[in-house]
């Protein structure tokens, strides 16, 4: 393999995207730095991406900087091509107040870009996601695009939703003041499944975690809009060099949105025995309603009952010549990969 002397920065090393986007770059033959918020997650991080297959690691370094602090970031942008800025900052349990979430979120983005346009980045790959799109919105039958945007105020937006969204509008925002040469593309995903790296379960994969070690009773009546974990990787690796993305969004699906209860079969029908636990019960919405007025968890879940969102990824197909696996490909892979790492597996 030849290697491309084109150096890119992925923001958040040890994430789930991020660790996917890393694998494609350097098999890609780029150089690739990630940042960590501790020099202490470099050996844990290496292992992992190790364990998953990462080759040529000797062209990921590291370099340690926080989203929520100034320092390190001239250090992580310095000499690089492109940024996939994937990391979000992480909040564990429930959340006092939005601004918790928010501000370090879009603080973050814009800590990202100034340092990218003073160190003369090409591109920024920021990821957004369909939380920025598709929520709040009434339930029309209206097929999403990247000209929609998220309302704030409608039912079913939760502090994760706002922001992503005000994150993004910031980095939008940003670019159309003070961007300078910078170009940005900004990635709006769906729900994100597939191969689990070092066993740890992030985003939508909980749903088939859940399944698996049935914690979950049974299944309400949603709509889940899936994409691969591999594909979302795939289509930042193409959106930084592609000529026509600079200045758009892509929403990344894989196809209609699908049942949580024919997750649940998928699961069945691939893994035998080993789905077990996993659910065949629906659980019925007026039972999800009567939750959502005691318990802010399932609000999101009631606003969307019965709801099955059209979603257009066709600017990603068309503009990066984007190819993604069907969504059922992503639910099998996280649950073999799950398998593969439980104690029993």
């Known amino acids: 393999m030849t290697t491309n002397q084109q150096r890119v920065l992925v923001t958040g090393g040890s994430g789930f995207i991020a660790g996917h986007c890393i694998l494609q770059l350097l098999d890609a ?146 670019m159309a003041a003070e961007g300078g040469a910078l170009e940005l593309t900004t990635m709006l995903p769906v729900a994100v499944m597939g191969p689990v790296m070092g066993g740890d379960v992030s985003g939508a994969n909980h749903i088939v975690r859940r399944s698996l070690d049935g914690a979950m009773p049974g299944y309400p009546n949603l709509w889940i809009p899936i994409v691969d974990v591999r594909d979302v990787a795939s289509a930042h690796v193409l959106a930084m060099t592609a000529a026509g993305a600079a ?26 025995d080993a789905a077990g636990k996993v659910p065949t019960r629906t659980v019925p919405d007026v039972v999800v309603r009567v939750a959502a007025v005691f318990s802010a968890e399932f609000r999101p879940v009631a606003a969307d009952l019965n709801n099955v969102k059209k979603i257009s990824s066709d600017r990603a197909r068309w503009v990066l010549g984007w190819q993604p696996r069907p969504s059922e490909d992503a639910v099998i892979a996280a649950a073999d990969s799950m398998v593969a790492t439980s104690p029993a597996g």
């Open 29 to 174: 033959g780029y150089l690739v730095r990630t940042t960590v918020r501790s020099p202490a997650r470099e050996g844990e991080v290496r292992a992992v991406l190790e364990g998953a297959g990462m080759v040529r690691g000797d062209a990921l370094s590291f370099v340690a900087a926080d989203l929520t602090a100034d320092t390190g970031w001239a250090e992580a942008v310095d000499g690089c091509d492109f940024v996939l800025h994937v990391a979000s900052p992480v909040h564990l349990g429930k959340v006092r107040h939005d601004d918790d979430v928010i501000v370090p979120a879009r603080d973050g983005t814009l800590r990202v870009l100034r340092a990218a346009r003073d160190a003369g980045v090409k591109r920024v790959v920021l990821t957004s996601a369909f939380h920025a799109v598709g929520f709040g919105h009434p339930h029309t039958g209206h097929t999403f695009t990247e000209d929609d945007w998220s309302v704030l105020d409608g039912p079913g937006v939760d502090a994760y939703g706002r922001s992503k969204t005000l994150a993004e509008r910031a980095a939008w925002d940003f």
């Open 247 to 272: 200045g758009r969004r892509f929403l990344l699906s894989s196809g209609p949105p699908i049942a949580m209860r024919q997750i649940g079969a998928i699961l069945r029908a691939h893994l035998g």
